[in-house]
């Protein structure tokens, strides 16, 4: 049997050559704060990677996505292990694009401390008046570069994605940074729609997006996940106020208030983490979480 090795490892994820595509493995690791906990959550990968597959069926209309398959049989044998199945996505290879797209559509997060200051997010003036939590009259693209881990992503303007895009593609750095923004727009709209009928608020999330051999723009890395984006319930949704989340809080807030963990949690912490993820899923899609 040919073995792997990953040719990249993110914070979570973990990524392997197959010759015309590649295999992207969800661990079960978890990182806040740009760090990787000392904890793993079990079955975070496989619920991340079943959510992306979810939301990458459902927007293909919108715009082309990266994924082949998630079912480790269309893999090589060395995946069809137990540690594999699941949270294993064969996609085509992409030339990813060097920008973060993160829309946000309701205020909250560095965005309403930022707003607080001087009534702005990214430099994007918002209304006067905005409570935490509001909703935005109109969602906002607020691009950012790509961090190596341990840095932090930096915030640009839609005319620095223009000018990093054209450096890259000359000619075509004004065609692919429009593209990019308008396919998020559009894919934060038609999915928070949804979401929110299904009883979640999505606040904001990232995408990325890549290029596929014909040049054309296509939607990459991971899709509308605990990890790339805010959750809220719909259920008590109250502005004015910080809200309940689907995602990694507990995490957060724990940390916040035990500063000297060395970033390893209680059990009980990584329990509510999971159970949150998997509660998240099984609203969205209707289906009860099965590895």
Known sequence: MKTFSPIKEGKVREVYDNEDTLIIVATDRIS????ILKNKVTKKGAILTQMSKFWFD???DIVPNHMVSTDVKDM?????????????MMCKKL???PVECIVRGYITGSGWESYKKDGTVCGIKLPEGLQESDKLPEPIYTPTTKAEIGDHDEHISFEESVEILEKLYPGKGRD?????KDCTI??????????LSKGIIIADTKFEFGLDENGNVVIGDEMLTPDSSRFWPLDGY????????FDKQFVRDWLKANPESDYLLPEEVVTKTVN???EAYELLTGKKFEK
């Open 276 to 278: 949150k993820y998997e």
């Open 186 to 195: 559009n894919l934060y709209k038609k999915c928070a729609e949804y979401a």
């Open 238 to 245: 109250k502005p004015g106020q910080g809200q309940p989340s």
């Open 58 to 60: 459902f927007t293909k």
């Open 32 to 35: 806040a704060f740009d760090v």
């Open 76 to 88: 090589p044998e060395f995946f069809q292990q137990e540690q594999y199945n699941g949270n294993s």
């Open 95 to 97: 030339e990813m694009l």
């Open 176 to 180: 692919y940074a429009t593209q990019i």
